[in-house]
């Protein structure tokens, strides 16, 4: 059996669960994760339909089948013709009219009004009711991954801080080039996201955009970038300094952050909140002063989509199990001054919590602290 089909079955057992007679999912990561079918939304539908107690159909364009069928695990791929459209295949998939669909999170509008004609006596849910609580636990095959992918960002980080005072005089987007040339050359697949590198004031956004400023001598720089490898991301943060002595009050900010995701990481084992572990990195950061500074989640989960389940957010409930990875990112920025953050990626593991990044987390490209 592969991984995807055991998603799959594991999928349809908690569709009785949450009183749901099957899932249609469109291309996304909730259709790749059970089928292994890494497909685009388009005008044409396709759709991966799993019922609770029977066998997966997959209905797609007709010029794309050969590509499916090579692709998936799936059994039943059903094709449609331009000609006909798709209505005559979910005719025949459909023998029955259900009473409640679980629907892909993003499907596109167009799609699900037809669906809710087609059964305008069912009612309809987010497939994430079932397959959310599934995609919460990585398997063997995605944590393999994602620490490739960590591996992957980890080297590009220590070829960032080996620049030392050459990156001095670059502006944030020259930067933001060379990691992402780096994260290639380390085996990673494009970026997982637009890559960070925000320089003296602009360190307190926490999501700026690169531009033509250019790093100076004793610029706290945030750094948060990340790769793909078979799919799955990484995602780490560093704040460092090139050269030349830092603001006033940067040593004191930068010490609480790093402390408080000390503090986070080791709060982070199986039978917590990601409440708790919130509170933990939280915590610290207002004891020392810049509580109203902190102003994003501590973490959240890391998988097919970087941003993903279980949030590591004030108050949040949900218990921490074995499998689970996210981030562990907390942060103080201050308007006009710079910004501080430092990020690692976590692995809930039987007893505690492994970090996937294993890079300095000292400020200074000159020390090793």
């Known amino acids: 059996m592969t991984p995807f089909e055991r998603r799959t079955r594991r999928a349809q057992s908690r569709l ?3 009183g749901a007679d099957a899932l249609v999912l469109t291309p996304g990561p909730n259709l790749y994760y059970l089928s292994g079918v890494d497909a685009e ?12 107690d029977d066998d997966p159909t997959l209905v797609v364009p007709s010029l794309e089948a050969p590509t499916v069928r090579t692709a998936t695990w799936v059994e039943d791929v059903q094709p449609w013709d331009d000609d ?3 209505e005559p295949v979910l005719d025949e998939v459909w023998d029955a009219a259900p009473s409640r669909l679980l629907l892909a999170d993003r499907m596109w509008t167009r799609f699900s009004f037809e669906l809710q004609r087609r059964f305008p006596n069912a009612s309809f849910g987010l497939a994430s009711e079932a397959v959310g609580p599934l995609r919460r ?32 005089g670059h502006t944030e987007a020259n930067l933001a080039a060379f990691i992402e040339e780096r994260l290639d050359a380390h085996g990673g697949t494009g970026v997982a996201f637009e890559p960070i590198v925000a320089a003296g004031p602009n360190g307190a956004d926490p999501h700026h955009e690169n531009g033509d400023r250019e790093i100076r001598a004793g610029d706290p720089v945030v750094l948060d970038f990340g790769t793909r490898i078979d799919r799955y991301p990484s995602d780490t943060t560093r704040t460092v300094v090139f050269g030349g002595e830092p603001p006033t009050g940067f ?15 080791a709060a982070a084992e199986p039978g917590v909140t990601t409440g708790a572990v919130d509170r933990a990195a939280r915590s610290v950061i207002e004891e020392a002063g810049y509580g109203d500074r902190f102003v994003h989640r501590t973490g959240h989960g890391v998988g097919l989509d970087v941003h993903e389940e279980p949030y590591v957010v004030a108050g949040g409930d949900v218990e921490l199990e074995a499998g689970m990875v996210f981030s562990v990112e907390p942060g103080v920025y201050l308007p006009d001054r ?17 970090r996937l990044n294993d890079t300095d987390h000292g400020w200074n490209v000159d020390d090793a602290t």
Do not use: H, N, W
């Open 41 to 52: 939304q388009s005008e044409r539908l396709t759709c991966l339909i799993v019922p609770a």
């Open 338 to 354: 710079f910004g501080v953050r430092i990020e690692d990626l976590v692995v809930i593991s039987d007893d505690g919590a492994e």
């Open 84 to 86: 006909t459209g798709p």
């Open 251 to 265: 040593e004191a900010v930068y010490t609480a952050v790093r402390e408080a995701q000390a503090a986070g990481v």
């Open 137 to 168: 636990r990585k398997d063997d095959l995605e944590r393999d991954a994602l620490r490739a992918a960590a591996r992957a960002a980890d080297a590009t980080m220590r070829d960032v801080r080996a620049l030392g005072d050459e990156a001095i």
């Open 16 to 18: 009785g669960a949450v």
